[in-house]
């Protein structure tokens, strides 16, 4: 047994029985090839790679043998590899995903030309249908330069989907491990929120006290990066509104972010329906006047005057609510009965409870609370309760 298979389905089977066709080009991206290879096992993919020319001088084909624990192809021969693996064959690749691309190579897709192993691949799974995802790597200059540019959009109308470069030190590196699988995986994972519109609310508001000062809740957001990255692994049209938080968003998620219980009811009072909104944002009960300049620190005690803000949930739109309620050190009875009551008052479809001593980070224990009372329990990582509430979602 090859070693490669010690490390499948490690972290998740969300890729198994999946057939990827990772393509290396000439990028010296491509040093972290084998990394990928190997992240993309461990989520249960059958990783199959090309290489070019180029891609060869900056690492050997054997590390991709290993990472991958199949042959790598180099060159098209008499197996006809790009036919074999995505042409117009039952047993053809799920996947072609090509990290890195560099300019030369996402140009020469773009125009039809396939004078590499890997454009050729590439020319092929256009022609069959199979998801495409690109992931560039060049320098600065090479992805601002007009006609590169014109060649991105020129595949994004074709139905390639071309991921977003991270900009750093003047060079369009590519994203993170994380973000890559997570596309791969949206793309041809469980896919059973395919056209589904999701909006999560997340994170904290702050409210400021004066020029200086501000009060806010305690919430790392955590949850809600989970909840928008689960769903995006599952083909839902994702968006993540933000506020405060302690945790990095994927760069693959689309973000607006909000400061203070106003911002946040704009973005409300403007929003249009989704299918699916999930409100676990810790927005502020009360919000301070607020004094102009800084409150002088000489006196010994001040008095703050705080306004109840309006309930955001009661007006979002959308065909299904989940709200979120959280609470401390009080009996789970109590805990329900406060979830019927928003229920009641703003027509969630369901409330995910909890109590803040029982969350830490990347873990978490809630109460799904339905409307008739319904409960139920749920207990472990973030992500595996944020898949749960999904499923519940997604009943509606």
Known sequence: MHPAKDIECSKSEKLKGRKIVLGVTGSIAAVDSVKLCRELVRHGAEVHVVMSGEAQKVIHPYSLEFASGNAVTTEIDGRVQHVAFCG??????????????????????????????????????????????????????????????????????????????????????????EDI?????????????????????AGSTEEQVDDIRLITNKSSGETGIELAKAAYERGANVELWMGRCDV??????????????????????GMSERDIVLFPAAVSDYSPDRYSGKIPSTDEFITLTLRRNPKLIDSVKAK?????????????????????????????AFVVANKVEQVSSGSTRVLMVGVNGSTVEISGAKKIVADKILDRAMKR
């Not at 990095?248 to 946040?264: D, G």
């Open 88 to 177: 117009y064959v039952p047993d053809k690749a799920d996947l072609l995903l090509i990290a890195p691309a560099t300019a030369n190579t996402i140009s020469k897709i773009a125009h039809g030309i396939d004078d590499t192993p890997v454009t050729t691949f590439a020319t092929t799974a256009i022609g069959t249908g199979i998801p495409v995802i690109v992931v560039p790597a060049m320098h600065g200059s090479m992805i601002h330069n007009k006609i590169v540019l014109d060649n991105v959009n020129r595949l994004r109308e074709n139905g390639v989907i071309v991921l977003e470069a991270k900009m750093a030190e003047a060079k369009a590196k590519m994203p993170g491990m």
């Open 181 to 201: 699988v997570a596309a791969a995986i949206s793309q041809i994972g469980r896919g059973d929120m395919r056209g589904i519109d999701v909006l999560v609310i």
């Open 248 to 269: 990095a968003v994927p760069l693959y998620l689309k973000t607006t972010r909000f400061s203070s219980t106003a911002s946040l009811k704009e973005l409300v009072d």
């Open 320 to 348: 299904t609510v989940v709200g979120f309620k959280a609470q401390s050190r009080i009996e789970d009875d109590i805990l329900v009965a406060e979830a019927e009551d928003l229920i009641r008052r703003s027509g969630c």
